[in-house]
Structures are given as structure tokens and as C-alpha cells.
Nanobody, 121 residues
Framework: QVQLVESGGGLVQAGGSLRLACAAS????????MGWYRQAPGKQRELVAA???????NYADSVKGRFNISRDDAKNTVYLQMISLKPEDTAVYYC???????????????WGQGTQVTVSS
């Protein structure tokens, strides 16, 4: 059983910073792309930042220069460092990863349970 567990959300004032973490655990053969999405109330889930399977970083235009995605492959963990937070960054942040479980010859997409980020003005 593979699962993603996020941590690090919370309440912060505008201009503040937060660091999210997402750890993948379970019977994992390999991890390909990993990334972060967010969903604000009444809006569709959108990409925030992600590593492609080739290791490149993609960012939403709205977070470029403020957010940084990184990963620790030894810990199967991806991070999202967020600075200069704005009220419009308020959302539930979800981690996702394309993982090949052990014993399975296919890659599956997994999602975390989400962590709330609230930025007050």
C-alpha cells in the first residue's frame, strides 16, 4: 500500500512563509514525477509546482519567484517552500506523485489527503 502524507500547512499572515512536506511511503519500486496542486473554495484544482519525470521544475505563473519545489529522493519526500505569501494563496494544497509500486508493472498516480494553507491579510 502506497500513501502520500503531507505536513506543514497552517495559518500565516500575508508576507509570511511556510514549508510543506510530502512523504511517500509503502511498497515503492520507483517514483517519477512529484508535485503540488492546490484548490481554493469554489475553484478547480490547479498545478502549483511539480517535478517532471525528467527532473525539470514547472511552476504556475502566479507563484514563480515566491515558491520553490525541492525533493529528497533518499526520503521519498518533496517539499514546497513558500515565501511572500498572499491571501490568494489560501487553499488546500495536495501532493501528488507518479509511483510504480513493487510487483506492479505500471505507474499509478497517488494523491495526498491535503493540507490547509490560510493566508490572512
Amino acid at each position: 500500500q502506497v500513501q502520500l502524507v503531507e505536513s506543514g500547512g497552517g495559518l500565516v499572515q500575508a508576507g509570511g512563509s511556510l514549508r510543506l512536506a510530502c512523504a511517500a511511503s509503502g511498497s515503492i519500486f520507483s517514483i517519477n514525477a512529484m508535485g503540488w496542486y492546490r484548490q481554493a473554495p469554489g475553484k478547480q484544482r490547479e498545478l502549483v509546482a511539480a517535478f517532471t519525470s525528467g527532473g525539470r521544475k514547472n511552476y504556475a505563473d502566479s507563484v514563480k519567484g515566491r515558491f520553490n519545489i525541492s525533493r529528497d529522493d533518499a526520503k521519498n519526500t518533496v517539499y514546497l517552500q513558500m515565501i511572500s505569501l498572499k491571501p490568494e494563496d489560501t487553499a488546500v494544497y495536495y501532493c501528488n506523485a507518479d509511483i510504480q509500486p513493487r510487483g506492479l508493472h505500471q505507474v499509478l498516480r497517488y494523491w495526498g489527503q491535503g493540507t490547509q494553507v490560510t493566508v490572512s491579510s
